[in-house]
């Protein structure tokens, strides 16, 4: 069997940095983990091409030789999935899907015409599918209730990766969360029991990036990285050494939930194994809307304490926030500046509820009959596309809320005023520097660009950016790399605040900015 596996293109987004790979000579910022884990399940007498469009497209030759196309996608991905299996369709290919979005709207894959739907998690769904193909099927739907012991996962192939198309490599230790956040789609798709490798398998994998020559920043992508602290810890007590006997190849990030601030032990040793940041899932500061999504995790302790210790701990926070929560009161979005200034959050991700399929909040706003009909996930998890359901204050202004906050908050000043501050507040080794994955030539070009950009061109920020480069250098020279890459950030986010200005204009037909917003709250009656 000749199988393309294929990974689909991602729209310009928050978490794309256009702008910043263009001025790194970069394609990516992550390789598809999950597709070339797939790749590993598939049998060993197959042939296998991998096309990541988002590095390189596939091409004529590809589709000719293939007998077989397997796609994975995610939900914001649709636009490219959707037209990937109608030109497999086209040419007479089978066509094998699965991932998250597939998972979670599957009627959506079999009307664009695919034959296979993979669905749940590969290790127990890939076997059922290799086995209707052994049996002449020509078609089918795989999914399994029970979910893997991911500790029998196969190593993903990294191999197939052009590794220096990317910012940073992936790794996964764990899946599934413990929490219960009405919002999130991650407990449906993975369960709330978080499933870990073995220390020793996860550090096999380490291992396996270092051999094909990999250095630099790690993303480890679980969906909450310290849902099973004692296993994590387990993993931690390997990887230290492992990182030490190797002089600290890799530097890693990861997701994780606020209370990691609780737990100084596992603060420590994140530290001594080389994290460097932290994505937290803040949403909110105000505490009712916390309750009412169920975040409680959120309200055992201050957030902004929290923040301050993971910081001591040497670790940068990046952060994702919301708007648009049931029973929100007016002015959150201006909470949310006041709370990313206080704690220097350098890229706050703010965006605008959605109701994700299969997650308690689109069943219960389903019960209330408050979903839209006509929205569909084409949107979803675009985090400046309006809502699809009935809030319980006015969209006109949750949207200026969000307008306004996103555009004050990647404002050029207020941006690097925060990637400095930041980077001042992180307690970090003097003897460890940020590990990045640039060749020499790529490092001067991306150094260049930031000087020829930022330090020469821009009047606006030209003083504050030798001044809090010069303070750095002399300061803190060990963040000098992580500052410089926040800085050249700046360059993406600066383009992407108005295009998300443009979006969020284009949908409410009028530029929130520059009306004034004279809708009043209509406030939707829940019954209890």
């Known amino acids: ?146 979910k893997p012991d991911v500790s029998q996962s196969p190593m993903p192939r990294f191999d197939l990766l052009q590794r220096n198309a990317y910012l940073m490599m992936a790794m996964q230790f764990s899946r599934g969360c413990p929490f219960n956040c009405e919002f999130c789609d991650i407990i449906s798709l993975y369960g709330r029991k978080p499933r870990t490798k073995e220390p020793q398998q996860a550090i096999a994998e380490l291992q396996a990036l270092y051999d094909l020559g990999w ?18 810890k387990r993993f931690l007590r390997e990887l230290i050494p492992w990182v030490q006997q190797h002089n600290y190849p890799f530097t890693f990030i990861t997701e994780a939930s606020v209370n990691l601030a609780e737990d100084d032990e596992l603060l420590q040793m994140m530290n001594a194994a080389g994290f460097y940041a932290v994505f937290l899932g803040i949403e909110t500061p105000d505490q009712d809307s916390l309750q009412v999504t169920q975040k409680l995790q959120n309200t ?29 009161r007016p002015g959150a979005g201006e909470r949310i500046q ?7 959050i350098p890229q706050p991700m703010l965006g605008i509820l959605q109701a994700l399929p299969n997650t308690a909040l689109w069943q219960r706003l389903q019960a209330e009959e408050r979903l839209v009909s006509g ?31 996103f555009w004050t908050l990647y404002e050029p000043q207020n941006y690097l005023r925060r990637c400095f501050q930041q980077c001042l507040n992180i307690t970090s080794p003097s003897h460890r520097h940020q590990t990045m994955q640039f060749s020499p030539g790529k490092g001067f070009r991306l150094v260049m660009q930031l000087i020829w950009h930022q330090g020469i061109r821009r009047a606006d920020i030209r003083g504050q950016f ?47 900015l ?15």
């Open 338 to 344: 006041a709370f990313v200034e206080q704690t220097s």
């Open 1 to 146: 069997m000749k199988a393309l596996l294929l990974y689909p293109k991602f729209p310009q987004s928050f978490w794309s940095y256009d702008r910043f790979m263009e001025i790194a000579g970069l394609k990516a910022v992550l390789p598809p983990l999950g597709i070339i884990t797939v790749a590993a399940l598939l049998p060993e007498d197959w042939q296998i091409r991998f096309r990541d469009r988002n590095v390189e497209p596939e091409t004529a030759e590809d589709w000719q030789w293939c007998d077989l196309v397997i796609i994975s996608a995610m939900l914001v991905q649709k636009p490219d999935f959707h037209a990937l299996i109608q030109k497999a369709v086209h040419l007479g290919k089978k066509v094998a899907v699965g991932g998250p979005y597939p998972t979670s709207v599957p009627q959506d894959s079999l009307d664009s015409g695919a034959d296979y739907l993979i669905l749940d998690e590969g290790e127990l769904t890939v076997p059922l599918f290799l086995e209707a193909l052994r049996q002449g099927k020509t078609q089918g739907i795989f999914r399994s209730s029970e």
């Open 466 to 512: 030798w001044q809090q480069l010069w303070t750095i250098f002399w300061q803190k020279p060990q963040v000098l790399n992580m500052y410089l890459g926040l800085c050249a950030a700046g360059e993406h986010f600066w383009q992407y605040r108005i295009l998300a200005r443009e979006r969020i204009t284009q949908q409410l037909g009028y530029d929130p």
């Open 375 to 405: 929205v569909g996930v084409t949107e979803l998890g675009d985090q400046n596309s309006l809502m699809n359901f009935i809030p319980t204050r006015a969209i006109a202004e949750i949207a200026k809320e969000y307008t306004a906050g």
């Open 514 to 528: 520059q009306v004034p917003l004279l809708t009043e709250s209509k406030p939707v009656l829940i019954n209890s």
């Open 215 to 232: 250095r630099g920043s790690l993303f480890i992508v679980d969906d909450n990285f310290i849902g099973n602290q004692r296993n994590v």
């Open 300 to 328: 055992r302790h201050p957030l902004v304490e929290a923040c301050r210790k993971i910081n001591q701990a040497g670790m940068l926070i990046y952060a994702g926030f919301i708007l648009g929560f049931d029973g929100e």
